[in-house]
């Protein structure tokens, strides 16, 4: 799912200064069922008629769709292999996904809007390495630090399992993460995550009615461009 608006004129204006092009990166974080890909939706059609950004927008994922990485990823969720080599699989994806989608995309001063990104990583996996590794939430984290783009700005979509687990039933369960309880470890891996940096963060009620989330989301992607004019 990339969008790669061309237009000159947007809701945000192009990036551009001294010559540099500084583009950004925003990422969509929450579980299973929290609303994220329809709130991406959204975005899209919206940038269809009034771009969101001058320099041109580029909607992306993790894992990543028909490559070799993401395949592998996906795989590997459907055999529920061993979780370390999970998380290697997903690391391999996000080093791909970075230097084909996300580096070229910055370097020429366009938004980049990610649904999922590490701290889904740090979420996820530091839940299901919990009980075989130590502090696996840290380990999940400091394994990106070297060689990881941060983003500037992530929203995570706040629902409570029960109510995720619910909507994922009713569109037929699609992986082996959605369990409530299971859920409720990723949650708070979440949490620590917004806590660690509530700077990057804006955590949005997923409960309430998908138009008061887009609000805060324009506002808040508009006030990044603002901030670095
Ligand atoms: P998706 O539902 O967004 O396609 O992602 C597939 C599943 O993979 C979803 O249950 C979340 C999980 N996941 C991880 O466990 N770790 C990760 O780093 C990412 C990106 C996704």
Not at 81 to 87: G, H, N, R, T, V
Not at 114 to 128: F, I, L, N
Request: glycine share 6%.
């Amino acid at each position: 799912m990339v969008c790669d608006s061309k237009s000159k004129k947007g809701i945000i204006p192009s990036n551009v200064k001294g010559g540099l092009m500084t583009g950004k990166l925003v990422t969509f974080e929450g579980i299973d069922g929290s609303g994220k890909s329809t709130m991406l939706s959204r975005l899209l059609k919206i940038n269809e008629s009034e771009p969101l950004c001058g320099g041109g927008t580029v909607f992306t994922r993790e894992p990543t769709k028909d490559t070799l990485t993401g395949q592998a990823v996906y795989a590997a969720i459907e055999k529920n292999i061993d979780p370390l080599a999970e998380l290697f699989l997903f690391l391999a994806d996000h080093a791909a996904h970075l230097s084909e989608t996300v580096r070229p995309a910055l370097a020429g001063g366009k938004l980049v809007i990610s649904d999922r990104y590490s701290d889904s990583r740090c979420a996820y996996q530091g839940a299901t390495l919990n009980p075989i590794t130590p502090n696996a939430f840290d380990f999940v984290c400091r394994l990106h630090e070297p060689w990881t783009i941060k983003p500037d700005l992530t929203f995570f979509f706040d629902i409570r399992p029960e109510v995720s687990c619910k909507r994922c039933k009713d569109r037929g369960a699609q992986t082996k993460f959605e369990r409530v309880d299971f859920l409720r470890k990723v949650t708070a891996n979440f949490k620590k995550a917004a806590e660690k940096e509530p700077e990057r963060f804006v955590i949005l009620d997923a409960e309430k009615p998908p138009e008061e989330n887009e609000k805060i989301i324009l506002e808040n992607i508009r006030a990044l461009f603002e901030l670095s004019s």
